[in-house]
């Protein structure tokens, strides 16, 4: 079947397609993807066999030798913002689609890092909860960028029963009123990002997904440590947005370049590379995450 037919007559579902789309050119896969924009996915009755199908292998080579690989997820509404300062408590903005692959891309990751803000705004649990993992599969480490150390001690990161790291300086971790044991810890870094990135590499963090918010993902692309960028953007007018900052000009200008384009539900998603950078599966990279 040609390219052109493909467009004027997408299928309605495919199928373990990940075999068929390796014997095209990267080239022709983005204009695959870009041409089944609709299509369903089949699932057998068991998800997770099923999701195999379509699962690609990791085969990328990160930007920076000795540090994870950085995915960078941001979700804005039709003007860029990333929260309403209009409502008192955040909400959920996208839909269900884009969840979902928020939390397949969580699965496929060693960690997932917020900043502050975030867990004192949303609290947060950053967990795999809306797929099914396999049980032997831990869930990702949380990672708190907060260098005074504000987290709350009764919030879900630090309550739980899954591993969270909260990366502060020196003098907050000697005299924070927050217990440490177990499977939650403080990672005292005085240096820059890199630095942390540095460490937690040295502890198993091959991969790292920051999920928020537009400082610490402003702060991560000053230091040049993202490698891939995904953007939702859901059809949705906040009354009185925070600015992400983050919009396609943006990212264009500091050397990302477009990899593909889908609709996620009623969201526009977009998948940007740094420079150099590929793509976890150039042949295929619908399915992920």
Not at 43 to 61: G, Y
Not at 91 to 96: L, N
Not at 136 to 144: A, N, S
Request: hydrophobic letters at 40%; charged letters at 20%; glycine letters at 6%.
């Amino acid at each position: 079947m040609s390219l052109p037919s493909l467009r004027s007559s997408p299928p309605a579902s495919l199928w373990g397609f990940r075999g068929a789309m390796r014997s095209f050119s990267p080239s022709a896969a983005v204009l695959l993807a870009l041409a089944v924009l609709h299509v369903d996915v089949m699932r057998c009755p068991d998800h997770c066999s099923a999701w195999a199908l379509v699962a690609p292998t990791t085969t990328t080579t990160p930007l920076h030798p000795g540090l994870p690989e950085v995915t960078l997820k941001v979700a804005v509404d039709c003007q860029g913002g990333v929260d309403d300062l209009g409502t008192r408590d955040s909400f959920r903005f996208t839909s269900d689609e884009s969840l979902d692959l928020v939390h397949r891309l969580r699965a496929r990751v060693d960690a997932v890092a917020v900043g502050i803000g975030t867990v004192l705004r949303d609290d947060p649990s950053l967990t795999v909860r809306r797929i099914p993992i396999p049980a032997e599969t831990r869930q990702p480490l949380r990672v708190v960028y907060d260098r005074r150390l504000r987290t709350p001690a009764e919030c879900k990161l630090m309550v739980d029963a899954h591993r969270t790291t909260i990366v502060c300086n020196s003098e907050a971790a000697s005299s924070t009123h927050l217990k440490f044991s177990g499977d939650k810890q403080a990672l005292a870094v005085d240096g820059s990002i890199r630095d942390s990135l540095c460490e937690l590499h040295d502890q198993g963090v091959s991969h790292m997904m920051v999920e928020g918010g537009p400082s610490l993902a402003h702060a991560f692309l000053s230091e040049g440590l993202v490698d891939r960028v995904i953007l939702v953007q859901a059809p949705v007018r906040f009354h009185q947005p925070v600015p992400s900052g983050l919009s396609p000009q943006f990212l264009a200008e500091r050397d990302f370049s477009v990899f593909a384009t889908f609709l996620s539900g009623g969201d526009k998603v977009s998948y940007w590379l740094a420079s150099g950078v590929p793509w976890v599966d150039e042949h295929n990279p619908l399915p992920w995450p």
